[in-house]
Structures are given as structure tokens and as C-alpha cells.
């Protein structure tokens, strides 16, 4: 089979198969497995999530992000976009809010 490298949107009717890198916009369905047969999360330090300046909460921040607590071994999920957006442990507790 030939491969060919895209810039810009592609639409495929069988998948794709390899690394999928970048931004992934609108619906994905069907199956996301990563090479290892897992998807990891992005980590960050409770310290960090609590800490409006650091890349958690400027790079990719959106509501319903999710990031793995490494100091409290929680998933937090963001409520909103904005690097002040306040993060809550996925049950919905224990709120932090970057400053």
C-alpha cells in the first residue's frame, strides 16, 4: 500500500493506520489505540496545575480536559478554557483554581 504524507484537512472512509500527530478536530468515532494498546494522559504536578502560568493551563486547555495529577495520583478535569479555568477532581471535588 502507498503512504503519503498530508498538509491540511484529510478525510478517510477506511482509517488510517500509523502515528497520528498534531490537532484532531471534529468527530472522531470508532476506536483510538494508541501503539502500546493504550492512551496515556498528560501529566502535570498539583503545583503546576495550580499554577495559571504553566503549559497545563495555556497549551490545549478546554472544558472537559483531562490530566493526571501525579502528586495526588488524581484525574483532574478543567471546567473551562481559560488558564484561571478551575480544574476539580473527576468525582467533582477538591476544586483548584490557577492563580
Known amino acids: 500500500m502507498a503512504r503519503t504524507t498530508f498538509s491540511g484537512p484529510v478525510k478517510s472512509d477506511n482509517g488510517f493506520e500509523g502515528a497520528i500527530t498534531g490537532n484532531v478536530t471534529g468527530t472522531v468515532t470508532g476506536n483510538v489505540v494508541a501503539t502500546a494498546g493504550y492512551i496515556q494522559l498528560r501529566t502535570a504536578t498539583a503545583a503546576n496545575i495550580g499554577a495559571a502560568a504553566n503549559a497545563v493551563n495555556t497549551t490545549g486547555k478546554a472544558a472537559g480536559t ?8 488524581k484525574l483532574k478535569i478543567a471546567t473551562g478554557a481559560l ?11 477538591n476544586a483548584v483554581t490557577p492563580s
Open 66 to 73: 483531562i490530566v493526571f495529577d501525579t502528586t495526588n495520583s
Open 83 to 93: 488558564a484561571t479555568s478551575t480544574w476539580v477532581d473527576a468525582d467533582g471535588t
